[in-house]
């Protein structure tokens, strides 16, 4: 498994941004995929997954109806996040697990490096 992130930058508070994550290992198929996230000085937190079917999706608290996760195929996943709040500005990491809920609890198989997101105020 190796994922890719891509689609961070900095953006104004209420904007977009949207997050791709790929696996050029091609490994992925039966997998759950998501993203978690860290700011600086916090501990790591769950931000959202979507089962290898796409059917199930689940979201953290803090990005409910303002981020959608979506399972493009067995080895891409993609998250778009819309009115962009400043305590939205962490690293993203794309990960992988056996499920949804795995990944929520952050028992994760593989991540990535991670994409850089900075919502200003």
């Known amino acids: 498994v190796q994922l890719v992130e891509s689609g961070g930058g900095l953006v104004q508070a209420g904007g977009s941004l949207r997050l791709s994550c790929v696996d050029s290992?091609?490994?992925?198929?039966?997998?759950?995929m998501g993203w978690f996230r860290q700011a600086p000085g916090k501990d790591r937190e769950f931000v959202a997954s979507?089962?290898?079917?796409?059917?199930?999706k689940l979201y953290g608290d803090s990005v409910k109806g303002r981020f959608a996760i979506s399972r493009d195929n067995e080895n891409m996943a993609t998250l778009q996040m819309n009115n962009l709040k400043p305590e939205d500005t962490a690293v993203y990491y794309c990960?992988?697990?056996?499920?949804?809920?795995?990944?929520?609890?952050?028992?994760?198989?593989?991540w990535g490096q991670g994409t850089r997101v900075t919502v200003s105020s």
């Open positions: 290992g091609r490994t992925l198929r039966t997998s759950a």
């Open positions: 979507v089962r290898w079917d796409g059917v199930t």
């Open positions: 990960a992988a697990a056996g499920t949804t809920v795995e990944l929520q609890s952050l028992w994760l198989d593989a």
